[in-house]
């Protein structure tokens, strides 16, 4: 048995939770690829359950996980899936839709998770967590990792409550956001120039190809505010609102 698990990953949350994944079915003796869709454009479908990974995005999962997911899966065959998604708060509506659409194309979702993970939109609003609150979110993220493994390895099912009003309203909202953050970049993301070192991190990072190093640095209009940009620099040359703030660094995104 073999499983791919899929993810993508803005500054690392969710990089790290699917790195928790292969470790706790390794652990088992499952042998597991990490596919990062950022670097996979198509995918070999020929594993036998899928682990699939996104962070929530106002509720749901952004379009650009969705769309990759749509293109890439499409005989389900009865192979089971676990979905997860990672957020600030405790809770978001977009696993509920993946559910939907995987079981319409013959998969079968037997976990559907949320997993709590640290604060890593405060630039833009929210508290920051602290050192000793991500260490703690993290150590239970693994423990929640090892906990679903372990029922979908004895053939058990949770899936999370999620009413079709939660999700209905869920996704009126990402659109919004969506359509906010296509230009969040272009409008609020500035660079001191001083310390831009011209290394095109950003650039050859960006997953939606919104970012062209030149002389300056151009952002076009096809943001998903991931914040991967400003958080991969090396050296911080990013300005918000023309004002510089602390990286958030869980691991290396590479």
């Known amino acids: 048995m073999k ?11 969710t990089k790290y939770v699917a790195s928790e994944f292969k470790k706790a079915l390794n652990k088992n003796d499952v042998n597991c690829d990490l ?6 454009k198509e995918l070999k479908d020929y594993y036998n359950f899928y682990v699939l990974g996104c962070p929530i995005y106002a509720e749901m999962f952004p379009y650009y996980f969705m769309n990759w997911v749509k293109d890439n899966l499409d005989n389900g065959n009865g192979r089971k899936v676990i979905i997860f998604s990672t957020q600030a708060s405790n809770r978001g509506t977009g696993t509920e839709e993946l559910r939907v659409v995987l079981e319409k194309r013959g998969f079968k979702v037997t976990i559907n998770q949320p997993i ?8 833009v609003g929210f508290n920051r967590t602290t050192e000793n609150e991500n260490n703690a979110m993290c150590k239970n993220a693994s423990e929640k990792v090892n906990d679903i493994v372990k029922k979908f390895l004895l053939g058990e099912t949770s899936i999370s409550s999620i ?3 939660d999700l209905k309203i869920g996704k009126i909202a990402y659109k919004f956001f969506d359509k906010y953050s296509k230009k969040w970049a272009k409008k609020t993301i500035s660079v001191d120039y001083t310390k831009c070192l011209k290394c095109k ?4 990072n960006c997953p939606t190809n919104n970012i062209i190093v030149n002389e300056k640095i151009e952002f076009k209009s096809n943001c998903i505010s991931c914040q991967r940009c400003i958080h991969i620099c090396p ?8 004002k510089h703030f602390d990286q958030y660094k869980l691991n290396d995104i590479l």
């Open 201 to 204: 991190k950003c650039q050859d």
């Open 235 to 242: 050296s911080n040359a990013f300005l918000y609102k023309g």
């Open 116 to 123: 709590k993970m640290p604060n890593n939109y405060y630039v």
């Open 3 to 13: 499983g791919g698990i899929i993810y993508f990953s803005g500054t690392g949350n």
């Open 163 to 165: 009413s079709t009003f």
């Open 35 to 40: 596919i990062d869709i950022v670097k996979t």
